[in-house]
């Protein structure tokens, strides 16, 4: 469903992605983890095609695009086109404050895809249903906790009916407590066959929910394979490094 062939991505004279590879069957959860400054936001980004490539390849689906010397930037429509089908959650929930839940998750496809309000308001409520804030349709976003935002965020790119969904982090700016509910969608939606890229310093989630984790140092890939065997036996140096305070804290609890 998604293949991403030797991409290179730099700000500046900082090379921020240095020729990354890898690949998500239809239906897989990719999880990406590593520290802070690793790329893994940018590639998503990259996938989004928020962030354009300075080299490589990217599919999704049966959409195609190459980066690089002769290739010319994806028209704006196209763009439009491609991110209405790839869903992307960010940090922040990026919510419209003067409109509804239900407004706010209806709004894309009513502008975007130009559905009739009525099929577009059926639509919002079977997504909100599914993260499970059906009962909040018609209260202001000021009034949820930051869980419930973030669900309804969720909810809002589903609604475009996406071939992909990629989350940035999408715990990170929540309570502790909240983290849960949002996580628990996230894996319903695993169970529901969703192809999804995650990037997560949830590594305990990781390791439950994702089929492959994909290891991220100074923008390469420095490990990628089974969730279970890179977190709980990885080859590489760099991998164990970063996991050994996570594996401590298991430890511990």
């Known amino acids: ?3 991403i062939t030797a991409l290179r991505k730099s700000f500046g004279s900082l090379e921020v992605l240095r020729n990354i590879n890898f690949s998500v069957e239809p239906g897989g959860v990719v999880a990406l983890i ?8 940018t590639l998503l980004r990259c996938i989004n095609l928020l962030v354009i490539p300075d080299d490589g390849a990217i599919r999704v689906g049966r959409t195609a695009f190459s980066f690089g010397q002769g290739a010319s930037v994806p028209k704006t429509r196209v763009l439009a086109d491609f991110r209405a089908r790839t869903g992307m959650v960010f940090q922040n929930f990026n919510l419209f404050g003067h409109l509804s839940v239900l407004q ?8 975007v895809k130009k559905m009739p309000k009525d099929k577009a308001r059926a639509l919002a409520l079977k997504q909100l249903e599914k993260v499970g804030l059906a009962d909040r349709a018609d209260q202001m976003p000021h009034t949820l906790s930051g869980g419930q935002k973030q669900r309804v965020a969720i909810a809002r790119a589903l609604a475009m009916e996406p071939e992909v969904m990629l989350f940035d982090e999408a715990t990170s700016a929540l309570d502790p407590e909240l983290v849960g509910e949002v996580l628990n969608t ?3 939606l695993a169970r529901e066959g969703m192809t999804m890229v995650i990037v997560t310093h949830e590594i305990a989630f990781a390791r439950e929910v994702a089929d492959r984790v994909v290891f991220m140092r100074d923008g390469i890939v420095a490990e990628e394979g ?3 065997q890179v977190i709980d036996s990885p080859r590489e140096e760099a991998t164990r490094t970063f996991l050994a305070h996570f594996h401590a804290e298991t430890q511990r609890d």
């Open 1 to 3: 469903m998604i293949e």
């Open 34 to 41: 590593g520290p802070s400054g690793s790329g893994k936001s």
């Open 104 to 111: 706010n998750v209806m709004e894309a496809p009513v502008q």
């Open 186 to 188: 996230m894996k319903q």
């Open 226 to 228: 089974p969730a279970r």
